[in-house]
C-alpha cells in the first residue's frame, strides 16, 4: 500500500503560522489587514485560499498577484513555523516508523504548496519520511492531485505505468475535502479527527475508516489487512 498524508490538522499543527504567513503576505502587498479572516481554510488548496482572498477584497486575482502572494507567504511562513504554538499530532513518528520499516512507501497529499510543506515539516524532522507527493502548487483542485502523486511515486519506485493503482493507495486526512480527493478516484481513505472535523463528518464524507488518531495504530493496521486481501482477491478474481 502507498500511504499519502495530510500535513495540517493530520501529522501536524503549525501553530497557525500559515494563516498569520497569509495574512502579513497580504497586509504587505496589498495594505489590508486581517485579510483572510472568516475565509475557511481547512482542506483547500494555498492557491485556492489566496485566490479568495484577493476577490474578498475587490483585487484581480492575476497570475502576477498570486505570484508575488506566494513569494511573500513563504518568507513570512519561514519565521512564523518557528513558534511555541506548533506541535506533532500524537502516534505520529510511530506510524510512520512503523510503515517505513515494513517496507511501505509514504508520501505528501497536501494542499500547502511544495516550498510551503517542507516549511512546515523541517522543524519536526519529518521531511525525510516524504521523498515526494502532490501539492498545492501542482494543482490548484484538490481532487487532481492523487493520479500526479501516482505518478511520481510510480517513478519513483520503478513501476511500469498502471501498476500502482488508486486501489492500492489510502489518503489519511483530518476534513472532508481529504476524504473526498481521495474517494473520486477509488483510493481508500482514513479520517483522523486531530482536525476540525468529528468522526461523523468524516464518516458521512465518505471515509472508509476515521481513528481520533494515529496512535490507534493497531486499529488501522487491522484495516489495512483486511482490505489488503480484499484488493489480492479482487485483483485474482479479474484474472
Ligand atoms: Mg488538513
Request: glycine share 10%; aromatic share 8%; net charge negative.
Amino acid at each position: 500500500m502507498l500511504w499519502l498524508f495530510d500535513i495540517d490538522g493530520t501529522l501536524i499543527s503549525s501553530g497557525e503560522a500559515g494563516t498569520r504567513s497569509l495574512n502579513m503576505a497580504f497586509h504587505t502587498l496589498f495594505g489590508v489587514k486581517d485579510a483572510f479572516r472568516g475565509i475557511k481554510m481547512a482542506g483547500k488548496t494555498d492557491i485556492q485560499i489566496m485566490k479568495e482572498g484577493l476577490v474578498a477584497h475587490g483585487i484581480p486575482p492575476t497570475q502576477d498577484n498570486l505570484d508575488a502572494m506566494v513569494q511573500m507567504y513563504l518568507r513570512y511562513l519561514q519565521s512564523e513555523i518557528e513558534n511555541p504554538w506548533r506541535r506533532l499530532m500524537p502516534g505520529v513518528r510511530e506510524f510512520l516508523e512503523h510503515l517505513t520499516e515494513k517496507g511501505h512507501p509514504t508520501g505528501l497529499l497536501t494542499g500547502n504548496l511544495q516550498d510551503g510543506a517542507r516549511i512546515k515539516l523541517s522543524p519536526f524532522g519529518l521531511n525525510p519520511y516524504f521523498p515526494t507527493g502532490a501539492f498545492g502548487s501542482d494543482h490548484e483542485d484538490r481532487d487532481a492531485l492523487l493520479p500526479i502523486a501516482l505518478r511520481r511515486f510510480a517513478r519513483l519506485l520503478n513501476h511500469s505505468d498502471g501498476d500502482l493503482t488508486p486501489q492500492r493507495c489510502i489518503v489519511v486526512g483530518d476534513t472532508p475535502r481529504d476524504v473526498r480527493c481521495a474517494k473520486v478516484h477509488g483510493a481508500w481513505s482514513l479520517g483522523v479527527c486531530t482536525g476540525p472535523y468529528d468522526r461523523e463528518s468524516l464518516l458521512r464524507a465518505g471515509a472508509d475508516l476515521v481513528v481520533e488518531d494515529l496512535s490507534e495504530m493497531e486499529v488501522v493496521l487491522e484495516f489495512v489487512e483486511e482490505i489488503s486481501a480484499d484488493v489480492r482477491g479482487r485483483i485474482c478474481n479479474t484474472g
